[in-house]
T-cell receptor, first 110, second 114 residues
Framework: GNSVTQMEGPVTLSEEAFLTINCTYTATGYPSLFWYVQYPGEGLQLLLKATKADDKGSNKGFEATYRKETTSFHLEKGSVQVSDSAVYFCALERDYQLIWGAGTKLIIKP | DGGITQSPKYLFRKEGQNVTLSCEQNLNHDAMYWYRQDPGQGLRLIYYSQIVNDFQKGDIAEGYSVSREKKESFPLTVTSAQKNPTAFYLC?????????????FGPGTRLLVL
C-alpha cells in the first residue's frame, strides 16, 4: 500500500548547522510529494512540494528533491535558525488525499 | 484576513456524550477536510468534502459524522461510538479537489475525555 516513513525525532541541532530530515515513500505510480511544517502553537502549513520525478521544491531556504530511483524526498537546509524549530511532516498524494508521515520534531539550540 | 478558524481550542467530552467541533473558512474554498493527529503518528483523514452537500469517508470515519450545508462550514461531530476520541483534530481546506491545490490548515482543537 501507500505509505510514508520519516526519520524519528527529535532532531536536535545547533544554530547554523546543516539539516537533513529523511523521508521515503511507498506508492504506485508517481504521486506528488509534500513537506508541511507545524510551528509551536500554530496550524500546519505547506513548506514545499514536488509534483514529478527530479523536481526540486524549495521555500524559506529549505529544499527537497523528488528521487524516484530511491523513492525519497529528503528535506535539507544549509544553515538552520532557532526559528526553524517545529515539527515537519512529509506526505504523498493518493487518490486526491494526502498520506502523512509521523512527523519529525526539530529543535534548534542557539 | 482570510483563513480557517476552529473552535473551541480545547474540548472536554464526558462518556457517552456527542460533541461537535467547529470549522469555518473564508477562503472561498470548495474542498474541506478533517484529520486526526495522534502522538507519534501522521495525520489520518476522517472525512472530506469536495462540494456543498456532499462528503466522503476517509480512512477512520467510524464514530464520526459531518455535514456540509454551507461552503464555509464543515463541522465534525465525535459521537459516543468513537471509543478513543482523545486526539488533536485539524480542519483543512483547499481551492479544489485536485491534490496539487495546497491545503490550508486551522489551528486545531484538542479533545479530551473526562
Amino acid at each position: 500500500g501507500n505509505s510514508v516513513t520519516q526519520m524519528e525525532g527529535p532532531v536536535t541541532l545547533s544554530e547554523e548547522a546543516f539539516l537533513t530530515i529523511n523521508c521515503t515513500y511507498t506508492a504506485t505510480g508517481y504521486p506528488s510529494l509534500f513537506w508541511y511544517v507545524q510551528y509551536p502553537g500554530e496550524g500546519l502549513q505547506l513548506l514545499l512540494k514536488a509534483t514529478k520525478a527530479d523536481d526540486k521544491g524549495s521555500n524559506k531556504g529549505f529544499e527537497a528533491t523528488y528521487r524516484k530511483e530511491t523513492t525519497s524526498f529528503h528535506l535539507e537546509k544549509g544553515s538552520v535558525q532557532v526559528s526553524d524549530s517545529a515539527v515537519y511532516f512529509c506526505a504523498l498524494e493518493r487518490d486526491y488525499q494526502l498520506i502523512w508521515g509521523a512527523g519529525t520534531k526539530l529543535i534548534i539550540k542557539p | 484576513d482570510g483563513g480557517i478558524t476552529q473552535s473551541p481550542k480545547y474540548l472536554f467530552r464526558k462518556e457517552g456524550q456527542n460533541v461537535t467541533l467547529s470549522c469555518e473558512q473564508n477562503l472561498n474554498h470548495d474542498a474541506m477536510y478533517w484529520y486526526r493527529q495522534d502522538p507519534g503518528q501522521g495525520l489520518r483523514l476522517i472525512y472530506y468534502s469536495q462540494i456543498v452537500n456532499d462528503f466522503q469517508k476517509g480512512d477512520i470515519a467510524e464514530g464520526y459524522s459531518v455535514s456540509r450545508e454551507k461552503k464555509e462550514s464543515f463541522p465534525l461531530t465525535v459521537t459516543s461510538a468513537q471509543k478513543n476520541p482523545t486526539a488533536f483534530y485539524l480542519c483543512a481546506s483547499s481551492r479544489g479537489q485536485e491534490i496539487q491545490e495546497t491545503q490550508y490548515f486551522g489551528p486545531g482543537t484538542r479533545l479530551l475525555v473526562l
